[in-house]
């Protein structure tokens, strides 16, 4: 009996962690290599997950989800920490137009990540 309650709970949380989740205009993305932290602030900024070891952030604006690439741990962990998230976004990650510090119209996706 006490295998089969470990064997339920290792179920669920292999199932828990093949989340995906549909980026605009790329497509799904599995967020098993991702570090993923729900925002509680009063802002359209709701989730922020990022895969280190690629440089690949998926952010969470209302209920969409973008994709940024190469963008580095520290920028991350700075947003973060930002008192206003979305103030922080819009002024060091998101571009303008069709270019962006981490625009990945410009910056090669992962290829573990590509389509």
């Known amino acids: ?10 179920a669920f949380y292999q199932v828990a962690a093949a989340e995906t989740v549909q ?3 790329h497509g ?3 967020l098993d290599s991702f570090a993923c932290s729900d925002v509680r602030e009063n802002s359209d900024v709701s989730r922020i ?5 690629e440089r690949y952030m998926i952010i969470q604006l209302k209920a969409t989800n973008y994709h940024y690439c190469e963008i580095d741990a520290a920028t991350v962990q700075a947003l973060l920490h930002a008192s206003s998230k979305r ?3 819009q002024s060091r990650i998101r571009g303008s137009g069709s270019d962006g510090p981490f625009d990945c119209r410009t910056h090669p996706i992962p290829k573990k990540y590509r389509q």
């Open 1 to 10: 009996m006490r295998f089969l309650v470990v064997a339920a709970i290792a």
């Open 23 to 25: 980026v605009k205009y």
């Open 28 to 30: 799904a993305v599995s």
């Open 49 to 53: 997950c990022y895969d280190k070891a």
């Open 87 to 89: 103030q922080f976004f």
